[in-house]
Nanobody, 120 residues
């Protein structure tokens, strides 16, 4: 059983930064870890994903240049550094394990989510 637990969410002012963490147990190093977000009334959106080695990453256009995904397989941890945050980044953020890409339907294992609120 693979278990994912997110942390690091919170309230931040526009232009601020947060780093989300995703701790994995039963971790399979061959899996891609994706970051997704969902705002109330909106569909779940792929934000970023990082391949099994950590060398290959992909980002949604809305976060390119602002967010950076990374992973530390030795620690079974995945991170999402979020800079220059905007109010439209407000959402519940999830990490998930599955097949590479930003389509949430290809991910089978999900964390419980962590809330990110960007507001002055």
């Amino acid at each position: 059983q693979l278990l994912l637990v997110e942390s690091g969410g919170g309230l931040v002012q526009p232009g601020g930064s947060l780093r989300l963490s995703c701790a994995a147990s039963g971790f399979t190093k061959d899996l891609t870890i994706g970051w997704f977000r969902q705002a109330p009334g909106k569909e779940r959106e792929g934000v970023s994903c990082v391949g099994s080695s950590g060398r290959i990453t992909r980002y949604a256009d809305s976060v390119k240049g602002r967010f950076t995904a990374s992973r530390d397989n030795a620690k079974n941890m995945v991170y999402l550094q979020m800079n220059s945050l905007k109010p439209e980044d407000t959402a519940t953020y999830y990490c998930a394990a599955g097949i590479y890409g930003l389509d949430y339907r290809t991910y089978n294992y999900w964390g419980q989510g962590t809330q990110v609120t960007v507001s002055s």
